[in-house]
């Protein structure tokens, strides 16, 4: 075979991986029970080689789980080396330092097997709704509050189900039915990624992965260092606040950009928090180095050749990198800021051609009570409410979408259908985008009230920017902040558990992206459109544009 051909064929292999883990992906989504899985996409699945190295990822997943994933197969072999492993064996673990940051993230990895050899390894994961403790509440002051932590372990041995573990999960769930059948989506979504790649290796005459595996690893590594090659050398700095729970927390970071690496170090950032908002280094990996490459190099593939080039140092000890037995449930109020932090070391570094920052983490909106039309049936549902992204250069940033997690909302109908809960109103946010020549995308609000005469709780555990918001970029304006109010006009804290007392109604509004550019500089048109769509208020448009009415 000629080296054109040679090449023509490894790109077509390339792209038959990538449709693998893509139906490894779907598959979760078709088979999960967890609404925040099958409707939100909180998911990850990728293929590795047998030394754990990622080297392909599906395009559906959140980079939490996916780049958290990098790392953890590798745990994986150390507790079960490669030879250990059998065709059936499935291995599985919740750990948050290990895995993806905290309890309620199961990772599941199954080794492929053609012909009884050891080829690849399927890893796949998804937030499950209840693994006991305290719930999804940030309020817990150690691990051991919140949850049940499973060690690396087999959940299946030679195609036998743990029926132990699944017993013990099981009964320290309140959503037992759900945990199973999510646990087992993974297990299946990875067989069938098993099944799709022997079948692969058979069309293409393939007795092994090496090959293939080190040319898509040695092309990614090579393609980020000709990215690096391009940017200025040096050391950057940004600072962060947010609104941490009892107290601001403060991120602060350095950037040094080398020939051959990117390191970025957290030193400077405040300690552990108390409660449960810490991020696990692996999470605080997996988003800082996620946003560095969507500045860099957004079109090369994400595995473990092209992370390679990153290095993140935290000190120990720290909000970014809290010890066993810290909290960690929610630990995306730090963790998806993560990728704002290294946008703000980049344009340091270029002075210019960021995005301003975004609404950051979701508004997580864990929904719990009893249903009296059904003797008190107990109910604990999960919504997600999302803020506006950052204004992008030469582009208004977008409204109600999820950056950096990438996960969707879960349809109101899915809400009401599994709880008697009702979605008064769900629109976007009037003015929460960040005034600039290019608009801060918008947040939206939410009102959620009680069908019937009972209370409800809500966990505020991952709200945040109700005090800071989205910083602006380059004259641009900040976006608004994100608020909650009963209609009674209590107003409600972040990160604590509120119960809604009956015949009150609840109003989220998440915060909004921060604006890019000289307000004043923004077209009169795209004012206009603004203020017919509902997007920015007359009166907001006066002060932050100098808007004077389209017909004036």
Known sequence: MTEALQEIQRQVMWNRLIAVVEEQAQAILRTAFGSVVREAGDLSAGVYDTGGRMLAQAVTGTPGHVNTMARAVAHFLQRFPAASLAPGDVLVTNDPWMGTGHLFDFVVVTPAFRDGRLVALFASTCHVADVGGRGFTAEARSVFEEGVLVPHMHLRRGGSLNQVLLELLLANSRNPVEVRGDLLSLVAANDTGALRLVGMMDEFGLDALDELA?????????????????????????????????????????????????????????????????????????????????????????????????????????????????????????????????????????GGGTPAESAGSIWVLPLAGVDPREGGRPFNAM?????????????????????????????????????????????????????????????????????????????????????????????????????????????????????????????????????LGDPRRRSREAIGNDVALGFVSPEAAARDYAWKGADR
């Open 214 to 350: 080190s040319t898509i690893l040695d092309r990614s590594r090579a393609a980020m260092l000709q990215k690096l090659a391009a940017l200025p050398r040096g050391d950057f700095g940004t600072r962060m606040r947010l609104d941490g729970f009892d107290e601001p927390v403060d991120i602060q970071a350095r950037m040094t950009i080398t020939a051959e690496q990117i390191v970025v170090d957290f030193d400077g950032t405040s300690s552990a928090s108390r409660y449960g908002i810490n991020s696990p280094l692996c999470y605080t990996e997996a988003y800082t180095c996620f946003g560095l490459k969507c500045l860099i190099a957004p079109e090369v593939p994400n595995n473990a050749g092209s992370l390679s080039v990153f290095e993140v140092r935290a000190p120990a000890g720290s909000a970014v990198n809290p010890t066993r037995p810290s909290p960690v449930t929610a630990r995306h109020v730090i963790g998806q800021m993560l990728p704002d932090v290294a946008f703000g070391c980049f344009a340091e570094a270029t």
């Open 383 to 515: 919504n997600v409410g999302i803020g506006g992204i950052g204004a992008r250069p030469g582009k208004d940033g977008l409204a109600c979408t999820a950056f950096p997690s990438g996960v969707g909302s879960i349809p109101i109908e899915v809400t009401e259908l599994e709880t008697p809960l009702v979605v008064w109103r769900k629109t976007f946010a009037v003015d929460s985008g960040g005034p600039g020549e290019y608009r801060g995308g918008l947040g939206q609000t939410i009102e959620i009230g009680n069908s019937v005469v009972a209370p409800f709780t809500v966990s505020a555990a991952t709200w945040d920017r109700l005090d800071h918001p989205a910083r602006g970029r380059d004259g641009g304006q900040a976006g608004g902040v994100g608020r909650a109010l009963l209609s009674d006009g209590t107003r409600l804290q972040g990160k604590t558990v509120h119960t809604i007392a009956a015949g009150l109604t609840m109003t989220v509004t998440l915060p909004g992206g921060g604006g």
